[in-house]
């Protein structure tokens, strides 16, 4: 999994600073409201062709992520 969310980004200059995938403008919230609008993968990577496969099961992996209950708590809470 480490591998996959290695795609994800974070530069305060593209963006605003919300996660992209490779440094592309392409927010990981973006492609999420893709997907749960019922888009498959192969839908989505005929429309974006820079996108790949992995870009996608990452994005899917970091909000898999976030949605574990220890990774929103802060430290020492």
Same mark, same amino acid.
């Given at each position: 999994?480490?591998?996959? $969310?290695?795609?994800? =980004?974070? /530069?305060? =200059? %593209?963006?605003? #600073? ?10 990981? +919230? =973006?492609?999420? *409201?893709? %997907?749960?609008?019922?888009? =498959?993968? +192969? *839908?989505? %990577?005929? /429309?974006?062709?820079? $996108? +790949?496969? +992995? /870009? %996608?099961?990452?994005? $899917?992996?970091?909000?898999?992520? $976030? ?5 929103? @708590? @802060?430290? #020492?809470?």
């Amino acid at each position: 999994m480490e591998k996959l $969310l290695s795609r994800i =980004t974070i /530069d305060p =200059t %593209l963006c605003h #600073g919300k996660p992209c995938v490779r440094g592309l403008r392409y927010p990981v +919230e =973006t492609l999420l *409201e893709l %997907l749960s609008s019922g888009m =498959t993968i +192969e *839908e989505i %990577l005929a /429309d974006y062709a820079d $996108l +790949e496969r +992995e /870009d %996608l099961l990452a994005v $899917l992996a970091f909000a898999a992520r $976030l949605a574990k209950p220890h990774s929103l @708590q @802060q430290s #020492g809470s």
